[in-house]
């Protein structure tokens, strides 16, 4: 099971650290996905870290903003978003699994297994 948690509301240009607590599972044997969907909007794709590798991917929309990490001694995975953007108003769900095609399609949704309920963040203008 996965729990998402730290939304909020915040102004443009804030931060919010997004937490994913998995429980009844390891990370470590994990890829794990962060996504969101904002109101009349597809899930979209916002970052990924490969287990034991941990390389690192992101959507061209958050990347320089936003940091993906994993604690693999609080079985956690974290999302630091920076300079948040109105834009960046969505419900966002972490997500895992552990197909052996990760590096080419990390980006899909289709891909994961396992989902949390997601966290809402909510950006000011």
């Known amino acids: 099971q996965l729990q998402a948690c730290g939304g909020g509301w915040v102004q443009a240009g804030g931060s919010l650290r997004l937490s994913c607590a998995a429980s009844g599972r390891t990370l470590y044997n994990y890829h794990m996905g962060w996504f969101r969907q904002a109101p009349g909007k597809e899930r979209e794709f916002v970052s990924g870290?490969?287990?034991?590798?941990?390389?690192?991917y992101y959507a061209d929309t958050v990347k320089g903003r936003f940091t993906i990490s994993r604690d693999y001694a609080e079985n956690t995975v974290y999302l630091e978003t920076n300079s948040l953007k109105p834009e960046d108003t969505a419900v966002y769900y972490c997500?895992?699994?552990?197909?052996?095609?990760?590096?080419?399609?990390?980006?899909?949704?289709?891909?994961?297994?396992?989902w949390g309920q997601g966290t809402e963040v909510t950006v000011s203008s």
């Open positions: 870290i490969r287990r034991s590798a941990g390389t690192t």
């Open positions: 997500a895992a699994t552990q197909v052996a095609s990760y590096s080419g399609y990390y980006y899909s949704p289709d891909l994961y297994r396992y």
